[in-house]
């Protein structure tokens, strides 16, 4: 069984530019979840979908972050503008469906500079 | 007052000693505990879950669950330095509504 597909694994980019990441959960799962992880802490949720509806974004910077997953299956993250602070490892995880044990993808390590 | 809370790292044991992590987590409503395993610079690797009070053994780990303390552990029987990685604590449910909430990890380093 394929496990969670994420890309690009590496993205260097300057303040104030966009970038988008991209994520394919394993086969059937209807929950997706993206989570942020700074240097020495741990994962911490941004947005989490069921099927292609938004279940808990209260974390989410909504004025530079967005996500989408419109057929219920793979999803987008997007940052406009980048900060510097946005510098993490970007995390999709999912799972058969919500409370279910999450699995994660490989994670975008994203440098702002 | 962190949500889920780790016992501070490094930790550091000698080969073959019983490794002992620790979470501790406020809410008291909360349903599912994990705890995964994450390499530097690799994603994070489920190792146990546990629902209920108690013990719960899968080979050299066993997760110990104390709702009433609002405590959980992973204990590390016979360590290996390939047991070296960053252990994360994760609590699901309660007033969280599923959402999974993290600790900010326990760095295990298991010395030859």
Redesign the interface.
Known sequence: EAGVAQSPRYKIIEKRQSVAFWCNPISGHATL?WYQQIL??????LI?FQNNGV??DSQLPKDRFSAERLKGVDSTLKIQPAKLEDSA?Y?CASSGW??D???????TRLTVL | QKE?EQNSGPLSVPEGAIASLNCTYSDRGS??F?WYRQYSG?????IM?IYSNGDKEDGRFTAQLNKASQYVSLLIRDSQPSDSATY?C?V??GNQ?????????TELSVKP
């Open positions: 979840y020495g802490q741990g994962p911490k949720l989490q279940v808990d490892v995390l919500s409370g044990t999450q699995y994660f993808g490989p994670g | 889920v349903q599912s994990f690799k994603s994070p690797e489920l879950s994360l994760a699901n449910g509504g599923g959402k999974l909430i993290f600790g900010q990890g």
